[in-house]
């Protein structure tokens, strides 16, 4: 079957919108979870705590995985979308910690 005869199959336009919703409640929920990262990042710059933690990494990739595994998810999967966002955080904690750490040398250097 064509592409295009594929796209105007009108049983699908209903599932794609409750797709489509879903994708925006997912997108919504990152930007959520990336405030809190932001958080965790002005905290850990204030307390001077690394902003990659390998242990709490490995700790909330695995919870992750054994609560998709319950729900009959693909465990792999699940790990590797995990990762990429977990990657993702910690680069925002280090950049933060980055640019903290430039501002607090620039304030020293002006003193």
Do not use: W
């Amino acid at each position: 079957m064509p592409l295009m005869d594929v796209l105007e199959i009108k049983e699908l336009t209903p599932l794609r919108k409750k797709i489509d919703a879903l994708d925006d409640q997912i997108i919504d929920l990152l930007g959520q979870r990336l405030g809190i990262i932001h958080e965790v990042s002005v905290i850990k710059a204030q307390q001077d705590i690394a902003p990659v933690l390998e242990d709490r990494v490995i700790q909330v990739r695995e919870r992750a995985v054994q609560r998709a595994v319950a729900l009959g998810y693909d465990a792999d999967f699940i790990r590797g979308l995990y990762q990429d966002l977990i990657d993702y955080s910690c680069h925002v904690e280090q950049s933060y910690k980055d640019k903290n750490n430039k501002a607090l040398h620039i304030q020293k250097d002006q003193a």
